[in-house]
């Protein structure tokens, strides 16, 4: 069970991380940096926040079943 709280505050936390990257992107873009590496940067974390978050929608049913 508080695993599962981890789980949700990674995502919670990743979500900040990914949010300030996406805004750095915009200011980059704004600014007309060419900068590709700026948008690499939001990956790093959406690739972990997509993860904890498939984990997050699945356990509901995951509970479901182990309940029945
Ligand atoms: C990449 C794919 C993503 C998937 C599959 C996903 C999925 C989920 C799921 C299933 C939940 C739990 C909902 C519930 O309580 O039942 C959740 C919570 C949440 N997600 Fe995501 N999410 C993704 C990306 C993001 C992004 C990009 C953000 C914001 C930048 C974000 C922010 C949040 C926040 C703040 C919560 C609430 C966490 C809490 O309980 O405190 N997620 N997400």
Redesign the pocket.
Known sequence: MSSNLWI??I??W???A??LA?IANIVAMTLQVPATWIGFLALVP?IP??V???Y??A??YLGRRRNA
């Open positions: 949700r505050q995502h919670r990743l979500s900040i990914f949010t996406v959406l926040l997509l904890t978050g498939l997050l929608f356990l509901p």
